[in-house]
T-cell receptor, first 111, second 111 residues
Framework: SQTIHQWPATLVQPVGSPLSLECTVE??????LYWYRQAAGRGLQLLFY??????ISSEVPQNLSASRPQDRQFILSSKKLLLSDSGFYLC??????????FGQGTRLTVV | GQNIDQPTEMTATEGAIVQINCTYQ??????LFWYQQHAGEAPTFLSY????GLEEKGRFSSFLSRSKGYSYLLLKELQMKDSASYLC????????????FGKGTSLLVTP
């Protein structure tokens, strides 16, 4: 069966520091992968999606970036975090019905 | 673009039935999804509708009317553990099959 791993679960980072969140998927090949963010009082916002290695599409302009160095690895990064980057970050992959299956999420607090 | 609306909050009594509505406007409908999200956790997939009508899955049912841009999630025999946020999502035609989410409906089940 397919599983998705995301870490860390919780992260507190100072403003201006870098960020790297990693997501890996097991049990499937060539998955569509997604990064979402859920900020307080807001819905889940699609940040990036990837349909294959090295292929990244950005939905929202911001100081975040994503990379897909391997088929089942998806990384979210930032060179300098802003206070507004605080939120719940979720990695997801696409199931057979096009539903999204989510990782456990990373709660990021920028201080 | 896509616009998805659902009520912010609802309250219902244990054992009762509750209906959570969702309306959407989209360019190129390709499926509607419902998710459940408990506080501090990642969303979990509940149901999927692509054709008009009712899909039943245990205590949960989901209805879709594509001509009206309308869906609802019906929860029967409410239990305290059903207290959660319920997210309506529409599949995007052009975003690697990513889902666009509404802001969610926070359901409180009371004794």
């Amino acid at each position: 069966s397919q599983t998705i791993h995301q870490w860390p679960a919780t992260l507190v980072q100072p403003v201006g520091s870098p960020l790297s969140l990693e997501c890996t998927v097991e049990g499937t090949s060539n998955p569509n992968l997604y990064w979402y963010r859920q900020a307080a009082g807001r819905g889940l916002q699609l940040l990036f999606y990837s349909v294959g290695i090295g292929q990244i599409s950005s939905e929202v302009p911001q100081n975040l970036s994503a990379s897909r160095p391997q088929d089942r690895q998806f990384i979210l990064s930032s060179k300098k975090l802003l206070l507004s980057d605080s939120g719940f970050y979720l990695c997801a992959w696409r199931g057979t019905l096009a539903e999204a299956f989510f990782g456990q999420g990373t709660r990021l607090t920028v201080v | 673009g896509q616009n998805i609306d659902q009520p912010t909050e609802m309250t219902a009594t244990e054992g009762a039935i509750v209906q959570i509505n969702c309306t959407y406007q989209t360019s190129g409908f390709n499926g509607l999804f419902w998710y459940q999200q408990h506080a501090g956790e990642a969303p979990t997939f509940l149901s999927y509708n692509v054709l008009d009508g009712l899909e039943e899955k245990g205590r949960f049912s989901s209805f879709l009317s594509r001509s009206k841009g309308y869906s609802y999630l019906l929860l029967k025999e409410l239990q305290m553990k059903d207290s959660a946020s319920y997210l309506c999502a529409v599949r995007a035609k052009d975003s690697g099959y990513a889902l666009n989410f509404g802001k969610g409906t926070s359901l409180l089940v009371t004794p």
